[in-house]
Structure formats: structure tokens, C-alpha cells
């Protein structure tokens, strides 16, 4: 499975950006897929998850309420729709998949398949 993210971009606070990761081959309607993130000099954090129907989500506090992970089986895509952006949000973006939901939640080192990444900046 390869993973292309795209949609990165510069953006004042308060702006909107959407994240797409486009994956390659025919499992993808089986696999899990996330979003991480990673600012200058900090580890990667967890950003956003959902299963592999889209009927499960997760979210990591500090973007609740202002990011949503969506997919489309049919384009092999998954999205994140980025509202509300605050300076804070500035990072490099990764899009992330597996077969194994608990992998993706709590063990990203070992998760199967990661995306190139995709720079966000947002400017106050």
C-alpha cells in the first residue's frame, strides 16, 4: 500500500485547509487510516482516526470540535477537513493506514503504512 498525502498549504489563523491521502491498490475499504502530525523540534503526535467503514472515529483533544477525519472508499481516499486553525496546528502531516485499529491508535510506531507528509502552516 502506498499513501500520497496532498492539500498541505499556508493559512491565517482561523482558515480552512483539507487534507486528502489517496492510497494505492484494492484493500483500502479494509484498512484503518489516521492522521498524525509533527511541528519542529516535537514528536509525532496522534491527530485523528477512523476505521475501515468510517462508522468509528477518534480525535485527539487538542483538535476536537475544529478537525474531522472523513474517508471515501470508493476514491481510496481518506480526508481531513481543517477548521479553525490556530498558529499551534503548524506541522508536517502524515497520513497513516493498517488493518489493525488498536495499532493505529496506540502503537504508531509499528503502524504498517505511512504517507510522504504534507506541510501546514498557519500564521497569525
Known amino acids: 500500500v502506498q499513501l500520497q498525502a496532498s492539500g498541505g498549504g499556508l493559512v491565517q489563523a482561523g482558515g480552512s485547509l483539507r487534507l486528502s491521502c489517496g492510497a494505492s491498490?484494492?484493500?483500502?475499504?479494509?484498512?484503518?487510516m489516521a492522521w498524525f502530525r509533527q511541528a519542529p523540534g516535537k514528536e509525532r503526535e496522534f491527530v485523528a482516526a477512523?476505521?475501515?467503514?468510517?462508522?468509528?472515529?477518534a480525535y485527539a483533544d487538542s483538535v476536537k470540535g475544529r478537525l474531522t477525519i472523513s474517508r471515501d472508499n470508493g476514491k481510496n481516499t481518506v480526508y481531513l477537513q481543517m477548521n479553525s486553525l490556530k498558529p499551534e496546528d503548524t506541522a508536517v502531516y502524515y497520513c497513516?493506514?493498517?488493518?489493525?485499529?488498536?495499532?493505529?491508535?496506540?502503537?504508531?510506531?509499528?503502524?504498517?503504512?505511512w504517507g510522504q507528509g504534507t506541510q501546514v502552516t498557519v500564521s497569525s
Open positions: 497513516a493506514a493498517d488493518y489493525n485499529y488498536r495499532k493505529i491508535m496506540y502503537f504508531s510506531t509499528i503502524v504498517d503504512y
Open positions: 491498490g484494492d484493500t483500502f475499504s479494509t484498512l484503518d
Open positions: 477512523i476505521n475501515y467503514s468510517g462508522d468509528n472515529t
